[in-house]
């Protein structure tokens, strides 16, 4: 089964007409600069009453300083620092200058080239070359997403975030399993979020990469414990805190029901169904782990991830930046995104725009706030469905050869045989 599937889907990605590409690249390419450009040193280097990077840049200074690092007032809807001590040494390069604005200025610039080389990475790795068309297209359409411009606005770390997940994949696509295991542990070190995609691994018996995701976390935090002041608070006062949910930016279904006083009972219906559609595109995807690897890898990836957004306690939209390997994708010849209630889901949860409306009010305040949540759980619906079609198509296919290879052989009058 396995080979005759990697023969259905091993062919090439389909590419623009030589001469329309040309001129595709030409025209994408200055426009791709523009609005790099436009992003960082615009609407980042201004920024916005949302400040990331001094909530961590203060806990970095506290902890250079000999201060307790978690002596917050987490009763406060204020940005809150939530890394762990581990995550808390790795960022520590961030506070070594004394200069906030300097600091901050080059931790953009850093997350920017980060996410141009994070696509990078994936535009080859869906098969496509740097001087094609798709890459200008992806630097364009990311920087316009409202995930890459709050990541750059806002000043967090999404974009070295994108990066290591873009590693992630290639290395373990390629058989770098050690290698996979210590970027994926480094990730999850940061934003515990990507410890679910420990299944990708799991699913293929590599304990390589499994024991490189592990260790890295387990070892950076028994390593930064007594090297963080007041690395016990993070127990004490952090961990509960992560366990709340809260009513203001947080775009998951959580936050979702405590927003509009859902019924615990609905809530948990709405959480029970998503989890059963999450679960059945992990077992249909799974059939393609050997026959279509990057398919498997990317679109499981984008699963858990969505299933992570919309089902945990805290969901923030610029978190679908991390769907951008699944997106692109769209440029091979197995993809959720060739469909399209895949591009709406997408939309809504990348889209920059403001919904607010003056003859809509409570309407679009809402609709601002959590469009994201719908884009989120129809992408997991959409998924799921696509994925158990592959499968029903390619089995049937399968079937059929199969059938036909086993036809018996008959002989004819003159010795000759037919099927």
């Known amino acids: 089964m396995s080979n005759v599937l990697s023969q259905l889907v091993a062919t090439p990605p389909q590419h623009l007409r030589p001469d329309a590409a040309r001129i595709a690249t030409v025209a994408l390419w200055p426009i791709a600069v523009m609005v790099v450009l436009h992003s960082v040193l615009v609407l980042a280097f201004n920024g916005s009453v949302t400040d990331d990077f001094t909530t961590v840049y203060s806990a970095i200074r506290r902890m250079l300083g000999g201060v307790p690092v978690y ?11 939530l890394y762990n001590p581990g995550a808390t040494l790795l960022l520590a390069p961030m506070g070594l200058s004394g200069d906030r604005e300097l600091s901050r200025a080059v931790f953009i610039v850093l997350n920017a080239a980060a996410i141009i080389a994070a696509l990078a990475v994936l535009v080859r790795l869906v098969g496509h070359r740097l001087t094609s068309w798709l890459f200008p297209g992806a630097v364009t359409v990311a920087f316009l997403t409202e995930s890459v411009r709050n990541t750059l606005i806002f000043s967090n770390i999404n974009g070295i975030l994108l990066l290591a997940l873009s590693g992630f994949l290639w290395l373990l696509l390629r058989g770098h399993r050690w290698w996979a295991g210590l970027v994926l542990g480094l990730a999850i070190v940061v934003k515990p979020m990507f410890a679910p995609l420990l299944l990708l691994p799991l699913m293929k018996f590599d304990w390589r ?38 009513d203001y930016a947080n775009s998951s279904l959580a936050g979702f029901a405590v927003y509009f006083d859902m019924p615990g009972w609905l809530e948990a219906v709405l959480w029970l169904t998503l989890g059963v559609f999450v679960a059945v595109g992990l077992a249909a995807l799974f059939f393609y782990r050997d026959s279509a690897p990057l398919f498997w890898a990317t679109t499981t990836t984008g699963l858990l991830l969505t299933g992570v957004f919309v089902m945990s306690s805290l969901g923030q939209q610029y978190y679908s930046m991390m769907l951008f390997p699944m997106i692109l994708t769209v440029a091979t010849r197995l993809s959720v995104f060739h469909v399209w209630p895949a591009w709406l889901a997408a939309f809504l949860f990348l889209w920059p725009g403001d919904w607010h409306s003056v003859h809509a009010p409570d309407a679009g305040r809402w609709a601002s706030y959590f469009t994201a949540t719908a884009g989120w759980s129809m992408l997991v619906v959409v998924i799921a469905v696509t994925a158990v079609v592959y ?22 009058g003159n010795g000759e045989t037919h099927v």
């Open 71 to 81: 002596n917050e007032n987490y009763a406060t809807v204020d940005p809150h620092y």
């Open 209 to 246: 990469t499994i024991l490189g995701g592990v260790a890295v976390p387990v070892l950076a935090n028994v390593i930064a414990w007594p090297l963080v002041p007041g690395a016990g608070d993070y127990l004490t006062r952090v961990v509960p805190y992560l366990g709340e949910t809260r």
């Open 391 to 412: 499968l029903r198509r390619d089995r049937n296919i399968l079937t059929s050869a199969t059938v036909a290879a086993q036809e018996p052989v008959a002989a004819n």
